[in-house]
């Protein structure tokens, strides 16, 4: 059986990784991974974090399982965190994931299940496993223009005129906040005009929210999916804890989903119960655990979002000051977009064929499609990163 298995394609990240990890090159600066680092190159644990393990060390009385859809107060601190109290709570139906990664597989599960026919629209661009999750549950899918090439920015007006096509029932997948691979948003009116097309064509919305609190703001980031949230009968959230607490290998997320009224999520909460039991039976506790803590208790969150805060304005000054030294270098303004980008991504506009040179010739490491990772850039590497992408003709 197992000889007749074929052998599946590399992750392109991962294949970047162990690149990196095996150039001996003193100097390069890896953009690649989707992980926060510090100025020191490492992604630290929060202190916020740290207090509220010390904490759970001390009183955890059993490591029994939880719930097959993980604990209460889990479902309630992170749906007051996305949502904050916009929707009734009996229209709300939960399960505690393994990462904002199973999430969204638990969602595409439960759009199966449903059996409706619905087609998933995606950005295009978009995180790459969003496909290949679709791909591999067996769902039909397709895309939406989002990026505009040229202008580093949202092609809105191309945007509206390709979700035209919804039908009634579909499902649209809109990125929460800092758009991943490019970093362009929507603003809060393009946030509204998507609303009411969507809502005009009878579509679902599937808002991925991976990086609340590292755009403009915690609060800030969850406009587009509050908006969203008041507006539609049915919607669905994947979230993840991942970036904004940095506890990325604790894999926590969770599903988060709206029905019409308390006797729909009762049917839809049944169902997410069993998926989680087809698929993993009882989620992980611990970084939930660390994450119901800190936002519940009034010490732990306070350090938690001044944390959070400065890793926020920590990525918006890099981008600034990589957007000034690529004007100092270029002598124009065309790189202005990586100042108004949020988030960990942007696209910096190199070919594939730049991309490899950077790589080979300043062992700079970025994905093919010229996506960098923010967080990877520290304020001495950014002289060296301008020259770098100046250098190979971007």
Not at 165 to 184: E, F, I, Q, R
Not at 197 to 208: M, S, T
Not at 326 to 348: I, K, N, Q, T, Y
Request: charged fraction near 20%; include cysteine.
């Amino acid at each position: 059986m197992l000889t007749s298995l074929h052998a599946q394609p590399e992750d392109k990240i991962l294949a970047l990784m162990g690149m990196f990890r095996a150039d001996d090159r003193p100097n390069k600066i890896d953009l690649g991974v989707g992980v926060y680092k510090n100025a020191e190159g490492q992604t630290p644990i929060m202190h916020a974090v740290k207090n509220a393990e010390k904490q759970l060390w001390e009183q955890e009385q059993t490591k029994s399982y939880t719930g097959l859809i993980g604990d209460a107060g889990y479902h309630k601190a992170m749906s007051d965190m996305v949502l904050g109290g916009v929707v009734d709570a009996d229209r709300l139906a939960f399960a505690h994931t393994p990462g904002g990664t199973g999430a969204i597989r638990q969602i595409m599960e439960l759009v199966k299940m449903a059996d409706t026919g619905a087609t998933i629209w995606l950005s295009d661009p978009t995180w790459a496993n969003h496909p290949s999750i679709i791909k591999h549950v067996g769902l039909p899918q397709t895309t939406y223009t989002y990026f505009d090439n040229e202008t580093r920015s949202v092609n809105f007006d191309g945007m509206m005129d390709s979700l035209q096509g919804v039908k009634s029932g579909d499902v649209v997948l809109l990125h929460g906040c800092c758009h991943n691979p490019t970093g362009a948003n929507l603003n809060n009116e393009q946030w509204a005009l998507v609303a009411d097309l969507l809502l005009e064509k009878g579509a679902i919305p599937f808002v991925d929210i991976a990086y609340q609190g590292f755009g403009d703001g915690l609060e800030e980031d969850a406009y587009g999916t509050r908006l969203l949230a008041q507006k539609f009968p049915e919607m669905l959230i994947a979230a993840s804890c991942s970036k904004n607490f940095g506890i990325y290998r604790e894999r926590a997320g969770i599903v988060i989903a709206i029905s019409p009224d308390a006797a729909a999520s009762k049917i839809t909460q049944a169902n997410l119960s069993y998926l989680n039991r087809q698929n993993f039976s009882f989620p992980p506790d611990h970084g939930a655990r660390l994450v119901t803590m800190v936002l519940t208790d009034d010490a732990l969150r306070a350090e938690w979002k001044a944390e959070l805060e400065s890793v926020r304005t920590g990525m918006l000054n890099i981008r600034q000051m990589l957007a000034d030294a690529l004007r100092a270098e270029s002598g124009s303004d065309r790189f202005g977009f990586l100042a108004e980008h949020r988030g960990m991504f942007s696209r910096v506009g190199a070919t594939p064929e730049q991309v490899q040179k950077l790589r080979e010739e300043h062992a700079i490491y970025m994905v093919g499609d010229s996506r960098m990772n923010i967080a990877g850039i520290t304020e001495k590497t950014v002289p060296i990163l301008a020259k770098a992408i100046i250098a190979v003709g971007v």
